[in-house]
């Protein structure tokens, strides 16, 4: 059962509502990536360029506005939360870059991925630069709770892909270990950037507190249904290959389940394609077969939906305004999205 | 011709001098390298437990106490300078392991490389885990000047190794491209480490370009005699594979001297090996034979030597002291080192 055709309304809302400070954003981001040695901006544009809907500076940027931030008026500064979106967005390009290594992923966003086309070495390189890029932007912003909040993010994602690492083809990993993972690899930073929103707005604990939460659950919620696309999803929907989690027995929500609720012998089967790394072609049809019978994906997004709901309730706090409808919008959307 | 036994008191002279100073930072070291994710632990005490002089952290708390820094008394803090020396050695760690993976090395320090243990996945996330506790650290430290200096270090380290692979195999590289990627990836992170022990005394500027002088000079001149012993050391005295520059096709500065004294028909030697990439197995004893009859590591030895005279030049600015002197004494012994 593929996931229904999501409404994309609203993200693109939010893009729209953001648009001046997306605006902005980008120039900064296109601006810093710059560098004396060609193939470093080459490699990055290749990323940063071709695409991605800058999920995570828009958390940000959202955040900010939310605990209203104010524009610096006609003193030509670039807006500080301006800028710390395009320091949060190289922060997560550096991951992907090196995720891309980690996994040996062929495809990203729909195109040949940075290492298929630069190599590894340049990869690994050019997300050690974007990485070091965005601790200079926060050096330049200068607040030392944004700086804390950021490099303990960055420390606790890369945590949690060595996790996954460390669980990788263990069926018996539980699902507590699992959202552990996810929290590292994906809600971290989601987290982190909406909790940086509300500092820089110089906004109150509580608001910090309810931003960080929906972000926490925000990324979960995402994560939940990114594993649950790479067994439901088209290559096309989805702009990687699919099946990537499978073929490297990635031990996600999905699999963990149906293994859960699977017969004796289904159980060999994943032991043999997950435990052993022992696949043949007709496998991932069989895995689907399986994660289908067992309406395995309606569980995923389930559990997809409890984490929705915590991030739009944590919100609550805040009065009513358009932003803070877009903001839920989101949550419930991140559901029923298709990318 | 081997480089001459080098005389190695006065390192050890250093490590004696800031013995209680390196004993608080390591055990900073052991603390801060620990994580929920027994692999990241376990990965970083590979390189880090079993060896290295901690060269970089040992400048950082030489300079700083070279510039007055005072211990914090019986205030039971850690003192600045000693967390900072962490930090130095966290960041210098991750680079490690991202260049070995890069370099795909097997050997690193006498022992098999991370990399050839752990895997290159496991090496690129715990070079990402160390770089963001680098980062944490510094916050907690809470000085922006010393977070602009590292971080900016932390981008040009990127940006040289960055440039070194672009020039790999190009025997047209020019002696200052050579000099811009040995800065990169070697003299900027020992000037940074040396002008961040300025800052933390609380020194003046002209301590801080004295400092940041020493380092940058020292720094090349350790480079140079490094990629000098790459064509003149035995693998017992390197600690790691002979030639291994060689093999890579690198341009350092032995090869660039070697091909630009060689004759037409080591010229076409020069350019199938390292150009083309196409080696045979005598082919490392015939680029001995041509760089021995050239005298090439006697002229790398001398540019050093300019450099470390650089080195001890800039301290000229601070009074005669005993670790004056040991400073001085390290950038001649550079030169002369067998490691």
Same mark, same amino acid.
């Given at each position: ?36 040695? *060609? ?16 999920? !995570? *500076? ?15 008026? &006609?003193?030509?500064?670039?807006? /500080? ?27 990203? /966003?729909?195109?040949?991925? #940075?290492?298929?086309?630069? %190599? ?27 700086? !804390?909040?950021?490099?303990? #993010?960055?420390?606790?994602?890369? =945590?949690? =892909? ?5 669980? +990788? ?6 699902? @507590? !270990?699992?959202?552990?993972?996810? &929290?590292?690899? $994906? ?10 929103? #509300?500092?820089?707005?110089?906004? @109150?604990? =509580? ?7 929906? %972000?926490?659950?925000? %990324?979960?919620?995402? +994560? ?24 490297? %027995? ?7 389940? #149906? ?60 009065? =009513?305004?358009?932003?803070? $409808? ?7 959307? $991140?559901?029923?999205? &298709?990318?």
């Amino acid at each position: 059962m593929p996931i229904q055709t999501g409404n994309e309304e609203p993200l693109q809302t939010l893009i729209n509502y953001l648009a001046d400070d997306m605006k902005e954003c980008n120039h900064i981001i296109m601006d810093r990536m710059q560098s004396s040695v *060609p193939l470093v901006s080459q490699l990055a544009a290749h990323l940063i360029v071709a695409g991605g809907k800058r999920l !995570r *500076p828009l958390l940000s940027l959202a955040s900010a506005r939310l605990c209203g931030v104010k524009d610096n008026g &006609h003193d030509h500064q670039i807006p /500080r939360h301006v800028r710390l979106g395009a320091c949060i967005e190289f922060l997560h390009t550096a991951t992907l870059l090196h995720d891309d290594v980690v996994d040996e992923s062929k495809l990203r /966003r729909g195109a040949e991925s #940075a290492n298929a086309v630069f %190599g590894n070495s340049a990869s690994v390189l050019v997300g050690d630069f974007l990485f070091s890029r965005a601790f200079q932007i926060m050096t330049e912003d200068g607040s030392l709770d944004v700086m !804390r909040i950021i490099s303990k #993010a960055s420390a606790t994602i890369a =945590e949690g =892909e060595i996790l996954q690492m460390t669980v +990788q083809n263990d069926l018996s990993t539980s699902i @507590s !270990r699992y959202f552990e993972v996810i &929290h590292g690899k $994906t809600a971290a930073l989601f987290a982190a950037s909406c909790r940086v929103g #509300a500092i820089i707005a110089n906004n @109150s604990k =509580e608001s910090e507190r309810a931003l960080e939460s929906y %972000g926490t659950n925000l %990324g979960m919620a995402f +994560q939940l249904v990114d594993d649950a696309l790479d067994y439901s999803a088209t290559q096309e929907e989805l702009g990687k290959t699919i099946g990537d989690d499978f073929r490297e %027995g990635k031990v996600t929500y999905p699999v963990l389940i #149906a293994y859960k609720k699977s017969d004796a012998d289904e159980k060999k089967f994943w032991k043999r394609v997950i435990e052993d790394g022992n696949q043949k072609e007709e496998d991932l049809e069989n895995a689907l077969k399986i994660i289908r019978k067992y309406d395995v994906i309606k569980d995923t997004l389930k559990e997809a939906t409890i984490f929705a709901n915590k991030a739009t309730e944590a919100l609550n706090i805040f009065p =009513e305004s358009e932003l803070h $409808t877009i903001l839920k919008n989101i949550a419930n959307y $991140t559901v029923n999205r &298709h990318f």
